[in-house]
Structure formats: structure tokens, C-alpha cells
């Protein structure tokens, strides 16, 4: 790629999103590094690094989609935004509160605002409940309401979510697939959340059903002013429903940005390759499939400098040696990659 030289890193107007937009989620420097036991003592041997320094903001009704590939650390990084599990280090703020050291007492009350939809609605939603009863579960644990407003928004939101309301006296094996992260979906909205982690809520489902759940998030994200976190192992899937879109690989940030620009002008290597796998329909425009060399190294192990370097294509010296920090390219783009810093930091630009 033909690079220009600046001497100094220009200083680019925020764009729109982060001028008007109120942050809703502020990851700043997270890790979770995971112990790893071992020999007859079970002693500490190494750590897993699931998520290794992550910083990121989410903005009030939008949706960042976040792909990478299997053991990347989404989920682990999902798990911790909603204080499922604590990080090893760094903050999280949720609607201003710091919820990364509050006591799990406190965390309780900020739980009602943040709900999570997983990728296998049966493995998630006990079996021997009916719906009615597994859509009202959370709300027993988080509101003081009465029986009769308990039942009348159970049906409200089996409406909401196409099922219709006499769908509570079944059970989820009764249901498809795509009804059934319906119902998880439906559990997702009963204590009216702000903000909602769908953690490869589609990956399970057959494509044609994958665009109707989708289709029915988008919906509800309008009518309820919600703000998303959706979780996905590839690009296509995110590509219509995120703003923004975070490439994770090894535990780490790769790139961040807006949709438009990251699918039209991926910068990192490991993005780029992501997007040539993601199926082009206008068969004019075939884009040419970069196929990545080798596995995705252990956490436990993983490569010094760039954690990409050994499966890059561009990999050069310093990839090997100089951890790449995520560096702002104008316009909310974000790249951690070496091809687009001098070593003393300055940024250079892609030349279009
Ligand atoms: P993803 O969701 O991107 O597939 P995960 O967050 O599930 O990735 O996992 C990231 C890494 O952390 C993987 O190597 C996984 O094996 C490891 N990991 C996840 N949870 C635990 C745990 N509870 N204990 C030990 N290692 C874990
Ligand atoms: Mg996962």
C-alpha cells in the first residue's frame, strides 16, 4: 500500500457520533487473564490472556459489532461489561457508575438495565419452565410488581416479539429454533434494559431465519431506544445491524470503526482478510479471498509484539518485536498496526 508521510498527527474534528452521542459503556483498559493450573499441586502455571487490554465506548442506541475469530475473547469481554465475571484489571463504566469494582449488591441494581442474549437459547432457557415463567424469572429477581403486571407484560412481550401471548403456557422445546431466541430475546426485554449484549444470538440459526431475528432486533432497538453490543464470529452477520464495528483478535482491539469505513477501507491486514471472506453478491465486483496462513496461536502463549504477526502477510521486523497501540486514523477509525505508524509514533496515512 502507497503511504504518505505526516509530521504530525493531524488533528481531526470528532465526527458526529462521539460530538452528539452520550456514552452509555466505557471499557478502559480491561483484561482477563484466566489462571492456568497445573503439575500435582494445581499450582498457577500461566495465565490464559482472554481479553488484554481492551479500551472501547459504546454510545447510547447504537450498535457495536464485535467479530473475531473462536477464542478471541468476545465473550469473555461481554460477560465482563455485564460484571458476569470480574476483570483482572482496568474499568468499566456503565451509565456513569463504575461497575468493574462496585460490590455485587450494587452491581444488582445496575443489572436490570443490561441483559444478555446467548447463542443457544435452549442450552440457556431451563427446559422444565414454561415460557411465561422463564420471561417473568428476571423480572421477579429485579422488580416489585404485581402478579397481574407480570402477566400482562409477559404477553405484551410474546407479542412484541411475534410469538403471540398464548405462547406461555408451552415450553421451549415446543418452539423452532428462531422462536426460541425469540423467547430468549422476549426474557432479554422483561426488566426494560437500556442496553443488551446478543452474544452470537443468529450463529445457531439457519440463514433464512438469521435475517428475521435480526430484522426483529433492529425493530425493537428503535422502539425501545436500545443500545446493542452484538457479538459475531464473522463480518457478514454484523454488517447490518453495527454503526461500528470492533475487529478483536488474541484478546486485543485489531481495528475499530465506523461500519461504512471499515468495510469499505479495512486497514488492518487481519480485517482486510476478514472482509474477503464475506460474500460479495455483485459478482462484478469479486473481491479477491485472502486466505490466512496457520491457526490463531494459544492465549496462553501468545506471539511478542503484534499478536498478528505470525499469520501477516505484512509482517515486517517490527511487528515481531513492538506491540502495535490502537491509533486513531481521523474520523473514529482505529488501527493497531504498525504499517500505519513511524517508529516514533507519527501516524502516516493511507493514500486513496
Ligand atoms: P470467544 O467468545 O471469542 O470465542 P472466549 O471469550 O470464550 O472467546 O475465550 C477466550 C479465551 O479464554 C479462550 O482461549 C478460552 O479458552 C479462554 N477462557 C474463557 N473462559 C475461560 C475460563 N472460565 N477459564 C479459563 N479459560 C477461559
Ligand atoms: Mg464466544
Not at 139 to 167: C, F, N, P, Q, Y
Amino acid at each position: 500500500m502507497t503511504v504518505i508521510n505526516e509530521k504530525t498527527k493531524t488533528n481531526t474534528p470528532p465526527s458526529a457520533l462521539s460530538e452528539n452521542k452520550e456514552k452509555l459503556v466505557e471499557v478502559k483498559n480491561v483484561k482477563k487473564y484466566f489462571p492456568v493450573k497445573g503439575g500435582i499441586l494445581r499450582r498457577t502455571v500461566g495465565h490464559v490472556k482472554a481479553v488484554d487490554d481492551v479500551s472501547f465506548n459504546i454510545y447510547k442506541g447504537e450498535t457495536l459489532g464485535v467479530v473475531g475469530e473462536s477464542g478471541s475473547g468476545k465473550s469473555t469481554l461481554g460477560r465482563m461489561i455485564l460484571r458476569l465475571i470480574d476483570p483482572t484489571e482496568g474499568q468499566i463504566i456503565f451509565d456513569e457508575k463504575d461497575i468493574s469494582t462496585a460490590s455485587q449488591r450494587k452491581v444488582r441494581s445496575s443489572r436490570k438495565d443490561m441483559q444478555m442474549i446467548f447463542q443457544d437459547p435452549y442450552g440457556s432457557l431451563n427446559p422444565r419452565m414454561s415460557v411465561g415463567e422463564l420471561i417473568e424469572e428476571p423480572m421477579l429477581l429485579h422488580e416489585k410488581i404485581s402478579k397481574d403486571e407480570r402477566k400482562k407484560r409477559v404477553v405484551e412481550l410474546l407479542e412484541t416479539v411475534g410469538l403471540g401471548g398464548e405462547a406461555r403456557f408451552k415450553y421451549p422445546h415446543e418452539f423452532s429454533g428462531g422462536q426460541r431466541q425469540r423467547i430468549g430475546i422476549a426474557r432479554a426485554l422483561s426488566t426494560k434494559p437500556k442496553f443488551i449484549i446478543g452474544d452470537e444470538p443468529v450463529s445457531a440459526l439457519d440463514v433464512s431465519v438469521q435475517s428475521q431475528v435480526l430484522n426483529l432486533m433492529s425493530q425493537l432497538q428503535k422502539e425501545f431506544n436500545l443500545t446493542y453490543l452484538f457479538i459475531a464470529h464473522d463480518l457478514s452477520v454484523v454488517k447490518h445491524i453495527s454503526d461500528r464495528v470492533a475487529v478483536m483478535y488474541l484478546g486485543r482491539i485489531a481495528e475499530i470503526a465506523p461500519k461504512r469505513s471499515l468495510y469499505k477501507e479495512p486497514l488492518h491486514p487481519y480485517t482486510k482478510a476478514l472482509i474477503s471472506a464475506v460474500p460479495e453478491p455483485d459478482v462484478t465486483k469479486k473481491r479477491e479471498k485472502i486466505k490466512l496462513e496457520g491457526d490463531m496461536p494459544s492465549p496462553s502463549n501468545p506471539p511478542t509484539g503484534c499478536p498478528f504477526h505470525t499469520r501477516c502477510p505484512e509482517a515486517h521486523d517490527r511487528c515481531k518485536a513492538e506491540r502495535p497501540e490502537l491509533t486513531d486514523m481521523g474520523d473514529e477509525h482505529y488501527v493497531a498496526c504498525h504499517l500505519y505508524t513511524e517508529e516514533d509514533g507519527t501516524v502516516k496515512r493511507p493514500l486513496h
